[in-house]
Nanobody, 118 residues
Framework: QVQLVESGGGLVQAGGSLRLSCAASGSIFGSSAMAWYRQAPGKQRELVAVITSGGSTNYADSVKGRFTISRDNAKNTVYLQMNSLKPEDTAVYYC????????????WGQGTQVTVSS
């Protein structure tokens, strides 16, 4: 089992910044990826950014150049630095952990609200 605890959400004005954190605990091993998803009211959950255990990253087109995902392997924590926030970034942000291979596994955090005012 892997438990994920997010923090860092809140209310910010457009153009501002926030940093989300996701602390993972439990059976973390093997080839894996940690990601941030978001879900706005009335919309489907969408991938925002992902970082693999090897350090590769990928971003949704809508956040490229504004958001940065990083991880601290010693702390089993992944971060999402969000700059130049826009009202359309308003959503609940969820942390996700996926382990690949024969010990395939997936876990979600409880979500943290990010609200960007115009």
């Amino acid at each position: 089992q892997v438990q994920l605890v997010e923090s860092g959400g809140g209310l910010v004005q457009a153009g501002g910044s926030l940093r989300l954190s996701c602390a993972a605990s439990g059976s973390i091993f093997g080839s894996s990826a940690m990601a941030w998803y978001r879900q706005a009211p009335g919309k489907q959950r969408e991938l925002v950014a992902v970082i693999t255990s090897g350090g590769s990253t990928n971003y949704a087109d809508s956040v490229k150049g504004r958001f940065t995902i990083s991880r601290d392997n010693a702390k089993n924590t992944v971060y999402l630095q969000m700059n130049s926030l826009k009202p359309e970034d308003t959503a609940v942000y969820y942390c996700n952990y996926k382990r690949y291979g024969i010990y395939k596994y997936e876990s979600w955090g409880q979500g943290t609200q990010v609200t960007v005012s115009s």
